[in-house]
C-alpha cells in the first residue's frame, strides 16, 4: 500500500512543481486583455481556468478532506472577470499552495481510504488527492494551449532537456 509521504510528495512534484510553473509562465506570456479573451462561448478565458483549479482544489481538497467550509460557486468561475489581474491570479494561487500544505499534511494515513462526498460524487481521500493532481494537469494543459494560440510563442517548458534521451534525470 502506498503511503501518505509517498502520495503527498507526487502531489507536490504534479501540482507545485509542474502545474504552478507551468501556470506562472503562461501569465508571464500574457497582456492582461489576453487573461480574459474567450475564443469562443465554449472554451473559458485563461483567467478563467486559474479560477477554476482554485476552486476545484478548494472544495476537493480544503473542504472535502480537510473538512473547511464548502462555498464555492462554481459557475463564478467561468466569468469574465476584467477587473481581475494576473497579479491577483497568482495571489490566490499562491494563498492556496499554503492552505493545501497545511491541509494535506494534517491529513492522516486511513484518511486515504476514507470516503468522502464531494459534488455529489463518493471518492477516497486517495481518490480525491488524485482527482485534484489531474484537474490541474488537464487544465494547465489548456492554459498552454490558449497561451501559444494568443502569443504565437512557444512556453519552454521543456528547454534543456532532451525529451528524445532516457536519461533525463527528474
Not at 18 to 29: A, D, G, N, Q, T
Not at 67 to 72: C, E, S, T, V
Not at 111 to 123: A, M, P, S, V, W
Amino acid at each position: 500500500m502506498l503511503s501518505k509521504e509517498i502520495i503527498l510528495k507526487q502531489f507536490e512534484k504534479r501540482v507545485f512543481d509542474e502545474s504552478y510553473p507551468r501556470i506562472f509562465k503562461c501569465l508571464s506570456m500574457l497582456t492582461e486583455e489576453q487573461l480574459w479573451f474567450k475564443p469562443n462561448n465554449e472554451i473559458a478565458a485563461i483567467g478563467s481556468l486559474v479560477m477554476h483549479v482554485c476552486g476545484n482544489a478548494r472544495q476537493w481538497i480544503l473542504s472535502g478532506l480537510g473538512g473547511q467550509l464548502d462555498n464555492r460557486n462554481r459557475d463564478l468561475e467561468f466569468k469574465v472577470h476584467h477587473n481581475i489581474k494576473k497579479s491577483d491570479l497568482i495571489f490566490l494561487l499562491e494563498n492556496l499552495r499554503v492552505n493545501l500544505n497545511q491541509t494535506l499534511k494534517e491529513l492522516k494515513e486511513e484518511d486515504l481510504i476514507e470516503i468522502f462526498t464531494i459534488q455529489g460524487f463518493k471518492e477516497s481521500g486517495f481518490s480525491v488527492i488524485i482527482h485534484v493532481i489531474e484537474h490541474f494537469s488537464y487544465h494547465t494543459g489548456q492554459i498552454t494551449t490558449l497561451t501559444k494560440l494568443h502569443t504565437n510563442l512557444e512556453t519552454g517548458f521543456y528547454d534543456g532537456f532532451n525529451l528524445n534521451s532516457l536519461n533525463n534525470l527528474n
